[in-house]
């Protein structure tokens, strides 16, 4: 009679079994006791259980549990005293952990013992139940028995809150081979047949054993060149063997490294985790190369080694050393798959290769195509981590986080350097830095110019008639060049493209786009303070302000005498009211401005012939060399004020920006 708290053990399980676990612990214990019989003829049978429920959709009902039954040595006494304890050490050469049997209460309400065994010349009969109070072995009964022949038939029913995952017979027979399949390709021991069938159509059987090592099998081992490999564990060597399968008719499954203790699988995990190329299946043509009689495969290695076996968990779900970095065991699960992994690519030949260069072409046409920025950085970048198939995004995002960690580094050997105390080694590293300062500026600057280009392609478009024969208005025209109704306090520096009018407008500290720089009052198009220098200046009276004023191309209404969107009047008003301190920023910022504080203004429109001849007669503007401009100097205001042609403004950008272009093989 045991005392213990068998339902407060059960509910201590922890996580890394499922609703296989039970059924793969049955049929293990069922092989050992045919081993432990030592006959050549040893058979197990699993007969699945249903509910009784036909499901609508598939037609099939719920699996509600398993009878494994074997023809091996029977729960003798000692077998039975065995059960009985907790954490039996009965098996312990074996790999037993005396606990097993308890995942059976974790997911199936009932467990069902009955077996035959010898005792000298007699033959016995014994059954029971698994209880879940303070008695492991309930409802004991035993007797002589009629039988010729020991075994035992364990059923384990009536599924818990979980649901069994499959249905189809095939399919569970498939995941039961996987997860012991060191037991059927171990070449120092023979596996007993095992075969299933359902319990209610016993002539339906199938056999577990003839997945492999027959032609035209579903699992097939693979050669692997070098299959051994060995971690380092506190200064300690740990050896590790792989062996690889091809597992054919794969349907969803995936390639994966499973980690095996005492030939049981314990975790199984993708080995695209650790080369993306292993995502989708494989592909072997028939035989003659026929692709018609061809099949489609996955990968399976298993990781074999007494580091294995000294540190699975007592419910075999898991590993006792951690899955990343292990600072007490010094081997993680990662290590132990990640080598694992690069000897399943070496066991594929080619495919896996073939499938990284298909993927660094689609790499290198991204960055070729749309982001020539990155053309250096690309060149020093390790992108095996990325999926088989990127897309734009996760090379950008891939390329960008690259970046950034060069970056970092950069600046930490900068710090370093400036609080190095010694002379002797500043030359040497002052010449790499600066070298990757500027492979990252080169960077920078490709990415800059390339979005200037699509920029000026896109302001040109905007120029054009649309498809109901009009112009696009000032207010279209005008967001590209800055957003209507912002100012600088509302958005990024950079977040404009002011270079399209003048370059020196990159710098300016304060930007007013459409906007009134108090409640009440007029309002320019753009107007922005600027320096001469290379930098953001302050709001100080000797630093230039500079005012635009749009208007729709090919439309010329305002130089009629009675419009009052004079833009020239406009500009003059603007800046008259300025120099009277009428004005405000948004912020309640004052515009300090003086007598010689000088003043640009710039009008955008097309340059018809009425605007020239209004140009000319009546405000005294003197025409551009190249005929797409007009300008005049109001000296008693210091305003030096031009009206130049949608046309000029883009010509000039696009001049000025050629050469970068070119450069770039972009223009």
Known sequence: MSNVNVKRLVENIRSGTNVYTPLVELVVNAIQAIDAKGIQNGLVEIEVLRSRQTDMIDQLEDVDGFVVKDNGIGFTKTNRDAFDTLYTEQKIADGGKGFGRFTCLKYFDRVKVSSTFA????????????????????????????????????EISGIKSVRFPDKKLETISRVVVERLLPYFVDKEHRCPRVVIREAHNPSDTVSLNDYLG?????????????????LSANEDEKSFQVRVFK?????????????VAH????????????????????????PDQDLAKGRNFVIKAYVFGDYLNDNVSLERGEFRFQIETDLLNGISQNDIEQKAAEIAQSALGTEIADRKTRKQVRIDKYVTNDAPWHRILAKEVDFSALPMRPSNQDIELHLQRKKYEKEIAT????????????????????SQLIESISDNSKNDLIHYVSMRKCVLDLFSKSLEIGADGKHKSEGEVHDIIMPRKKDSEELNYDAHNLWILDERLNFTSYISSDKPLQSLGDRTDITAYNRRVAYRGDNEASNPITIFEFKKPQRDDFADPSSREDPIQQ??????????????????????????????GYVVCDLTKKVKDWLQ??????????GLGWFNWFGNISLYMEVISWTKLLRDAEMR???????LGID
Do not use: H, W
């Not at 027959?214 to 060995?230: T, W, Y």
């Not at 920006?657 to 450069?663: E, H």
């Open 411 to 430: 600046r930490t050997q900068v710090t370093a350097l400036l609080n190095s105390e010694n002379p002797d080694e500043l030359g040497e590293k002052i």
């Open 214 to 230: 027959r032609e035209n099998s579903q699992i097939v081992e693979m050669k692997v060149d070098q299959g051994a490999f060995s």
């Open 247 to 259: 597992l054919f008719a794969p349907r969803a499954s995936k390639s994966k490294v499973s980690l």
């Open 617 to 626: 007669k009546e405000k005294n503007f003197t025409p551009m060399p190249d």
């Open 657 to 663: 920006n050629k050469i970068f272009f070119n450069k």
């Open 263 to 286: 030939r049981r699988e314990v975790t199984d995990n993708p080995l695209q985790t650790y080369i993306p190329e292993f995502a989708e299946e494989f592909f072997e043509p028939g």
């Open 571 to 600: 500009i003059i008003r603007y800046v008259n009211q300025i120099r009277e301190g009428k004005f405000k920023t948004p912020t309640n910022r004052d515009i300090l401005v003086n007598d010689t504080t000088p003043f640009y």
């Open 119 to 154: 005792e000298g010349d007699t033959f016995c009969d014994r059954s029971f139940r698994m209880g879940l109070d303070k008695d492991i072995i309930i409802d004991e009964r035993e007797s002589q028995s009629q039988a010729q022949a020991t075994g035992a038939i364990v």
